[in-house]
């Protein structure tokens, strides 16, 4: 039976700016089991990065975990002190950044980054960290390893460096690894590579995969259950297929048809969501998505609904729920966004364009 | 969607060229160093056509020349050699004050709406600039026309005096699609317009371009590397590798039944939002990295990487010309197009 | 639960944009934070209001007659009568040290006005235009650069007799290199920027591009390095004013203070000090002005 390896109980983080407080992570609860691979998606500012970090206790300043729990098997990593946290990272949970130059450090060789990796936790000495340097770079397949290790940071090519970041994380052996948008910055080609060694090393190491991105492509290519986050908490969860298939949350049902898909054009328009997501430092009341969604009803600006089940492992904090909403008021969303009588204004004090014809 | 000729009979008018813009044997290289004997080949030999009114989606990885070959249309920069063929004239010959007035009709959407505007000017001196440049409309007819724009895109037009610092990144997209119609232009250029934007905004943004478009008869070459995107968008596809385009095709041709192996590896390395498939799919991996355009492999670039590739033969020897393969008016640059990858 | 409607339209979320702090709002309120700098701003506005008022105040009897020898008390230490002592002629030399300060600060000030017109259109012309008219501005710069500054100023002063004008444009015309460097600097960062490209695509002349994207943008660090010129500037001029090449007497000026005070150190080590003094703590200020002015406009320290 799997156990759960990273169980978060009610996170609050939150950064105390000269505006206000801003409510990143506004008790988001949630748990990755061993060898799952876990999608943490939404979009800029609904907190997915600052809860990765939160576990890792890598929040920057002015933020700070004001509330809430976050366990790694038996530990509480939010009553931790710098010793201990310092021997957790790096060891138990690695994370991924989206950009690999700037996480490798540009003067020291790779495979002397790999190693430091290894004796910086003292699980190996540094003789045995010498030896599972190539062998680690093997298993990225990055070519060459041999010769490789003795490259600079620059010397790699942005699928290759990324690569050296997956076998620094994995140096260790952690049971789980933190993915942050690990494939937004490289060429496509490239990302096909990562996106099938991150599914190989949860095959066949077993580690357990927390996929952060806003790409849902990605999501259903990688992970088998996917939890969404909207304005610092959690919106919706549930197995991958389900989610897609069947989302309750308006976020996510939206979310699902703005993206294109490369494989059939479905339908004309996409569907957009309109407005931008809330200031955190001052969040609408009742539910957070309320002033965008186009299903709301009255209840949804007073009260702020909780996580309810709305079908097998599947959760949504929602008082609608897609499947009420009748097919009609989905259509709607297709509505042209531009208004007529501006077009016609503006055609009519433009000039006319022929003369560029003849060349005056 | 290709403009019909006038009925006889209708305005002494001459029948439009349906080709809106011809890009002839384009070259660009740079320079690499002081005194370069070396040179990057960012656009090496790039033919295309663009037909009034239809949306030619270019798409491409990294170091394939597509953004450069977007500023050489545009003239921002100057080609090495070849021609721009734009409503019939060179654009590469003529003079600058010239340039500046076909400007009018040829407008561009950059891809950083965090860049592509000002920090020191006002919404309303962004937008008003190219309406100043062009005496399109002075005093009170100029700021009206100013505030319709916004209207327009979305933006609320009593923000002119506002600074583009005070707006989210779909916002400053959408001043920047405000500047670029504002000279009422028949062609817009657009450079990865929607890549920097979070995905439920681009969804705004492309919906918007749509519109525009239908609306004001607009023709787009729409630059990116989200082929998802780029397939939603376009009418036709180019695809282009390594300075060069190799294959051409209407937007279901190319991703029903690609031709040239570069473009089939590409589209299978995309994932398609829907777990079913996904369970059910293998990308084609490429071996390699993408060669330098400073030193392009000999024969076929892709050979280096391609999954069928004859080495030593045929592919690494002979360059392939654009020659039509698979459907209606699909072209592509291989040896052994539409060969199925074992 | 009632059922939604079929959607009305959504209102426009994007309607309201927040207001946020302008521009220069902004780096005011950076300046402000920074002690050092505000305190080198009220020096400056001190020395300011001394340099424009010193006159008047002559004239209503609040300072002496900074020209007026009272041979009869010579290298006085501070009294009553003459708060700083006088020199060795007698001189008042607070009122000295008052009349003093618009020398400095006069040229100071206004040398950078001769910068800004030789070494900013030089820099602007080199960085925008590039290639060999780059080269040439550039060479020709380092030329001009490779003449020691003091020596030319010298040099240029012996010619043309030493008066207020000459030693200004002697200043000026030595050290606009600097400045130069640092537009052309700008000017080549801030060409290859997108919105510069963008006001290229929207068919915007070479002169609009310079005048309403180059300059607006490029104001910054200029400013700070005009900030910087000026205690540099004070510094040549009294630099000058010592070696009796400057400002001549009776005129007085703190370098020449200076060059009167040494002659008399042993006998009254006052006389020195004070001018020392006062070139000190304005170099100071305008040094602390300009490193939080730095700090204000450096972009990503933004609030």
């Not at chain 2, 004050?97 to 959407?109: A, F, K, L, N």
């Not at chain 3, 240029?156 to 460097?181: D, K, Q, T, Y």
């Not at chain 3, 080590?269 to 602390?288: D, G, N, Y």
Request: charged share 20%; aromatic share 6%.
């Amino acid at each position: 039976m799997a156990g759960k390896i990273l169980r978060i109980e009610d996170l609050k983080t939150q950064f105390f700016t000269s505006r206000g407080v801003v409510r990143a992570v506004d008790g988001v609860s949630l748990h990755v089991d061993e060898g799952e691979t876990v999608a943490v998606v939404g979009e800029s500012g609904c907190g997915k990065t600052m809860t990765a970090l939160s576990i890792l206790r890598l929040v920057p300043d002015p933020g700070r975990i004001v509330g809430g729990h976050i366990w790694f098997r038996d530990r509480d990593v939010t009553t931790m002190d710098a010793e201990q946290v310092r021997e957790f990272r790096g060891n138990d949970v690695a994370m991924i950044f989206q950009d690999p130059m700037t996480s490798l450090n540009p003067v020291t060789k790779v495979g002397t980054q790999i190693e430091e990796a290894m004796t910086a936790h003292e699980r190996f000495s540094p003789r045995d960290a010498l030896e599972r340097v190539i062998p680690l770079l093997q298993r990225v397949r990055i070519p060459a390893a041999e010769r490789r290790r003795q490259d600079y940071p620059h010397q790699f090519s942005g699928g290759m460096r990324q690569r050296a970041m997956i076998a620094m994380g994995l140096a260790n052996e952690p049971q789980l690894i933190i993915a942050d948008e690990p494939t937004t910055a490289l060429d496509v080609t490239v990302q096909a590579q990562i996106v099938t060694l991150l599914k190989q090393l949860n095959s066949e190491l077993g580690t357990a995969i927390m996929l952060i991105t806003h790409n849902m492509a990605l999501v259903a290519s990688i992970c088998t259950r996917v939890i969404v986050m909207y304005a610092g908490r959690v919106v919706e969860e549930g197995p991958v297929r389900q989610i897609f298939k069947s989302p309750q949350h308006p976020y996510t049902w939206s979310l699902l048809r703005s993206v294109p898909r490369v494989d059939e054009v479905r339908r004309s328009r996409l569907v957009s969501i309109t407005g931008m997501p809330p200031d955190l430092v001052r969040m609408p009341p009742g539910c957070k998505f309320h002033p965008r969604c186009a299903f709301r009803v009255d209840r949804c600006s007073d009260d702020e609904p909780a996580l309810d089940e709305v079908g097998p492992n599947q959760v949504a904090r929602c008082w609608v729920l897609m499947r009420n909403v009748p097919q009609e008021a989905a259509r709607e969303l297709e509505a042209v966004t531009i208004s007529r009588d501006v077009v016609e204004e503006l055609k009519a004090t433009a000039p006319d364009l022929e003369d560029v014809a003849d060349g005056s | 969607m290709a403009v019909e000729a006038p009925a006889p009979g209708a305005s002494a008018q001459p029948a439009l060229d349906p080709v809106i813009l011809r890009v002839e044997n384009v070259y660009k290289h740079f320079p690499v160093g002081g005194i370069a004997t070396e040179v990057v080949r960012a656009v090496d030999g790039v033919s295309l056509e663009v037909r009034r009114g239809e949306t030619l989606g270019l798409v491409g990885e990294s170091g394939c020349g597509k953004s450069t070959l977007a500023r050489l249309i545009t003239q921002l920069q100057p080609a090495t050699a070849g021609q721009v063929i734009f409503n019939g004239e060179d654009l590469t010959r003529v003079s600058g004050g010239r340039m500046r007035r076909i400007r009018r009709q040829m407008q561009m959407i950059f891809q950083d709406p965090f860049a592509s505007l000002d920090p020191r000017m006002t919404v309303g001196e962004i937008v008003g600039e190219p309406i100043d440049n062009f005496g399109i409309a002075r005093g009170r007819a100029r700021q009206q026309r100013i505030q319709e724009l916004l209207r327009l895109v979305g933006l609320n037009p009593n923000f002119t005096n506002r600074y583009p610092h005070e707006f989210s990144g779909g916002q400053r997209q959408r001043i920047g699609i405000a500047r670029a119609l504002a000279p009422n232009p028949t062609f817009i250029v657009c450079d990865e317009a929607v890549s920097a934007l979070d995905v439920s905004i681009q969804a705004q943004i492309i919906n918007l371009l749509q519109d525009l478009q239908r609306e004001f008869n607009l023709t787009y070459l729409f630059i990116a590397h989200d082929l998802a995107v780029v397939r939603h968008l376009s009418d036709r596809v180019a695809v282009m590798y390594l300075g060069k385009v190799v294959e051409v095709a209407d937007r279901n041709d190319i991703y029903a039944a690609p031709q040239h192996p570069y473009t089939r590896a590409l589209l299978s390395s995309i994932p398609v939002p829907d777990p079913e498939v996904e369970a059910g799919r293998e990308p084609i991996l490429l071996q390699g990295e993408i060669p330098s355009p400073v030193n392009p492999p000999s024969g076929c670039r892709f050979h280096t990487r391609c999954p069928i590739a004859q080495v030593p033969g045929v592919c690494s020897e002979t360059e392939p010309e654009l020659e039509p393969h698979g459907h209606a008016s699909q072209i592509a640059a291989c040896h052994f197009a539409g060969r199925e990858i074992a | 639960m009632a059922l939604p409607i079929p959607a009305a339209p959504v209102e426009e979320v994007d309607w309201d944009v927040p207001e946020q702090v302008g521009l220069w709002t902004d780096v005011w309120r950076r300046f402000r934070r920074n002690r050092l700098a505000v305190a080198g701003a009220v020096v400056v506005v001190i020395l300011l209001a001394d340099a424009l008022l010193a006159g008047l105040l002559q004239q209503i009897g609040l300072i002496q007659d900074p020209i007026k020898q009272h041979v009869e008390i010579t290298l006085a230490g501070p009294s009553a009568q003459h708060l700083l002592g006088t020199d060795y002629l007698g001189r008042d030399t607070l009122s000295r040290l008052m009349y003093g300060a618009r020398i400095s600060l006069t040229i100071g000030i206004l040398v950078q006005a001769i910068y800004v017109v030789i070494g900013g259109t030089i820099g602007m012309i080199a960085g925008y235009a590039g290639g060999r008219v780059d080269n040439l501005l550039m060479r020709f710069t380092d030329i001009w650069y490779a003449f020691p500054d003091l020596l030319f100023v010298l040099v240029l002063v012996s010619v043309f007799g030493p008066s207020l004008l000459s030693i200004f444009a002697a200043i000026g015309i030595v050290n606009w290199v600097n400045l130069a460097r640092l537009v052309r600097g700008q000017v080549l960062s801030i060409k290859e920027k997108e919105y510069v490209e963008s006001a290229r695509a929207v068919g915007s002349s070479h002169f609009k591009i310079v005048l309403r994207h180059l300059v607006p943008n490029a104001l910054g660090p200029v400013i700070v390095t005009l900030t910087f010129g000026i205690p540099a500037a004070i510094f040549l001029e009294a630099a000058l004013s010592y070696l009796g090449v400057g400002i001549q007497p009776p005129t007085p000026s703190w370098g020449v203070m200076i060059q009167d005070g040494y002659q008399a150190i042993y006998a009254s080590p006052w006389q020195v000090t004070f001018p020392a003094f006062a070139i000190a703590i304005t170099m100071l200020s305008f040094s602390f002005i300009g490193d939080g002015l730095r700090d204000a406009l450096d972009p990503r320290m933004r609030q």
